[in-house]
């Protein structure tokens, strides 16, 4: 049997073809779009054309007829036709992700993250708006993870003539993929409208054609939430923009900006030697000292490419499994992507596909506190995927999986997930633990998406009864661990859901006689449910439910839960949180008040650069047509929708830009944001000595006498 290509990447030909991108060039399939239906009937009610065929799929799914057509554009009528008359059907919009699900073939299979050719890109400009008089792009720095950089400037070249040459570089560069930091939201839109107004065409394309940026939105998966952003398109290749997928491999919270700076420092990976230059600085720097900014912008896309080894392997090499381009898999979320998994599996196997069942509310896990305040010798245990390990221990699967596709699946993975964390314990070289590392976590988090997937409204074999069910098990589950941690005189602080944080007994002294400890307690849990260590910290403030701060005992700080920590509290604000919580956590009360002092006193002093007091406001239509946004409105006029703005209070209670500081900061809002910050931690004081430690300061008046 002839092996299959390995495939970098797959894409529409012709209406009736995917043509597959392999190392050895390009390679045509014959592809037939399909939808699916209840009854044949349905597609002569809606007066479909181009139908080939209609397929009767065995089972006892709903949707169980599989209709086939001719080109995607008889598709695409025949899809708006059925919409049109309200006739119920199935259908992926993808014609990528239907002929992959059909075939069962996947892209990058067998291979290895830093196989695949990354360029990474980045612009600089004199301004942040393209369309502006005074726009124009000043440098383009290039690099790919095969040695290659590159700066374009324009201290010779002109723009359109910087374009040419960009060109020129990724059609010999031929990259699989185009990477950079918000790539979506300023690189490539910039770059597309500059190459309108110069006539320069982009053909970026593997088959010559140019790169296309979307003029709507698209959302992308972050947990719960779903940021909009512009979507770009390169025929053949993929784009991946390190500021999402910054956001999706954040699921704990860590960092407190998303910006390319800050997140190379909070993950260590900034080096010694990075030349800085501050956004409004860019064009002062260009004109005074050009080569700094040609450094600058070298940098960043050299920060690029260590942060894309990062953040970016997990998504690649779920794309392994899944039936999508690497590009749709690094934004979809884990119901889209288990969705596809059983649907494809139905239909390689041609079984009809049930309809999502309607919503329903359940229970969820047993969270609770048991008691706060500051706490030592700290330990959290976890119960390893609990859900999908009560779903395989109880065989729960959901009641329209008539065929058993979706536990041999969990099973499947899971045992794929544990091979790939012992051949990562075993590896030798650091090149081997970052493949199997980024192997582990991608089948990790899929192995966490089915639970979530019995409950996910739009997925077609939704359980919400068997979802009650685990959560039910995993409530007894935690509840039985807490009376074992009891029985064994440990202090409890919080349990929620799989973990349990809590202050070990006082016999135990060290890290193994601890995972001597949770290795006994697992030995008590159900059969197929096991605990492990994870995680040993000096201290925990403990305030509330999912609101507390660790420190581990090499002195890192973690701070959890949205009382404690928002990305809206100024830059000030939140260094004063975590130098207070170090103080706390060893009980230095005096030098807590003395920094809460200092800090009032260098507010008074207006000692604090406006940088660090502002906050960064995005503006939205929202922003001009909410009378409640009234005074951000007014600092964001002559801005666009779309832009990020730095905002201060002004004394009189207005709100300004950044670049229109005038040193008139209100100080008594400060001091109040000062003192409420501070009371983020009043449940671990009495009313008296917060008083004591953390008295609201009142600003002196500018023309008060003073004796001294």
């Not at 596809?340 to 309809?355: E, I, K, N, Q, T």
């Not at 944080?501 to 307690?521: A, G, N, Q, T």
């Not at 700080?557 to 830059?571: A, F, I, N, Q, Y």
Request: glycine share 6%; net charge neutral; hydrophobic share 35%.
């Amino acid at each position: 049997m002839t092996p299959r290509p390995k495939i970098l990447s797959a894409e529409l030909f012709g209406g009736h073809q995917i043509r597959l991108y392999t190392p050895n060039g390009p390679i045509c399939e014959d592809f037939s779009p399909w939808l699916l239906v209840e009854a044949p009937e349905d597609c002569n009610r809606a007066g479909l054309s181009g139908v080939t065929e209609i397929l009767c799929l065995k089972g006892g799914g709903e949707f169980r007829y599989r209709a086939h057509f001719r080109t995607w554009s008889n598709f695409l009528e025949a899809r708006g036709r059925l919409s049109e008359y309200g006739i119920s059907h199935f259908h992926f919009n993808n014609p990528v992700r239907q002929h992959l699900i059909l075939t069962g073939q996947t892209l990058f299979r067998d291979m290895r993250f830093d196989e695949v050719h990354r360029l990474q890109l980045d612009i600089e400009t004199l301004t942040l708006d393209p369309q502006s008089p005074d726009a124009r792009i000043i440098i383009i720095a290039l690099s790919d993870n095969r040695g290659y950089e590159k700066i374009l400037s324009a201290r010779k070249d002109s723009e359109a003539d910087l374009l040419r040459q960009l060109n020129r570089c990724l059609i010999e560069r031929d990259p699989d993929t185009i990477e950079g930091h918000n790539l979506f939201d300023f690189d490539l839109p910039y770059l597309h409208i500059r190459a309108e107004h110069l006539q320069v065409p982009l053909p970026w394309g593997r088959d010559g054609s140019p790169l296309r940026v979307g003029h709507g939105l698209r959302s992308y998966k972050v947990g719960a939430r779903n940021p909009n952003f512009r979507p770009a398109y390169i025929h053949g290749r993929h784009i991946i923009d390190t500021l999402q997928q910054l956001q999706r491999y954040d699921v704990a919270g860590r960092l407190e900006s998303y910006g390319l700076k800050n997140a190379m420092r909070t993950l260590g990976l900034e080096r010694e030697s990075r030349t800085f230059v501050e956004g409004p600085d860019i064009a002062k720097t260009w004109h005074q000292d050009p080569d700094r900014l040609i450094a600058y912008a070298l940098d960043d896309v050299r920060d690029v490419r260590s942060l894309s080894e990062l953040v970016v392997p997990t998504e690649f090499y779920q794309t392994q499994i899944l039936p999508y381009n690497f590009q749709d898999a690094a934004l979809s979320g884990p119901g889209e992507k288990i969705n596809a998994l059983m649907v494809g599996l139905y239909m390689r196997r041609s079984l009809a596909v049930p309809r999502p069942r309607p919503s329903k509310s359940f229970g969820g896990g047993y969270t609770e506190i048991f008691a706060s305040g500051v706490f030592n010798r700290v330990v959290k245990a976890d119960v390893e995927s609990l859900y999908p390990s009560i779903m395989l221990s109880h065989n729960i699967r959901p009641a329209t999986d008539t065929e058993n596709v979706f536990l041999p699946m969990l099973e499947h993975l899971t045992l794929r997930r544990l091979e790939s964390k012992s051949q990562f314990q075993d590896a030798k070289t650091d090149t081997n633990r970052a493949y199997w590392d980024g192997l582990q976590s991608s089948y990790k988090i899929l192995i966490n998406s089915f639970y979530g997937y019995l409950a996910y409204g739009r997925a077609n074999f939704n359980d919400y009864a068997a979802a009650e069910q685990v959560t039910t098990i995993g409530q007894d589950i935690a509840r039985g661990l807490v009376e074992s941690l009891r029985k064994q005189k440990a202090e409890l602080i919080e349990v929620d859901t799989d973990g349990v944080y809590f202050v070990v007994p006082s016999h135990i002294d060290s890290k193994c006689e601890e995972h001597r400890f949770i290795e006994s307690l697992s030995e008590t849990l159900p059969k197929g449910i096991h605990l492990s260590h994870d995680g040993r910290f000096r201290g925990m403030i403990s305030l509330k439910t999912k609101n507390y701060i660790l420190i581990d005992y090499e002195n890192t700080l973690t701070v959890k839960g949205s009382s404690l920590r928002s990305r809206r509290d100024e830059r000030i604000f939140r260094a004063f949180i975590v130098d207070l919580a170090y103080l706390l956590v060893d009980n230095k009360h005096t030098e807590a008040a003395s920094l809460y002092r200092d800090l009032a006193r260098r507010l008074e002093e207006t000692q604090i650069a406006p940088e660090d007091f502002c906050r960064w406001e995005s503006v939205t239509e929202k922003t001009f047509a909410n009378p409640s946004l009234r005074r951000l409105a007014a600092a964001a006029k002559g801005c666009k929708v779309g832009d990020k703005i730095a905002v201060y209070q002004k004394a009189d209670g207005s709100l300004a830009r950044i670049e229109h500081y005038a040193h008139d900061e209100d100080q008594a809002y400060l001091l109040r944001r000062l003192h409420n910050m501070a009371g983020r931690f009043k449940t671990l004081f009495n009313a008296h000595t917060f008083r004591r430690l953390f008295p609201l300061v009142q600003p002196q008046p500018k023309d008060q006498l003073t004796l001294f």
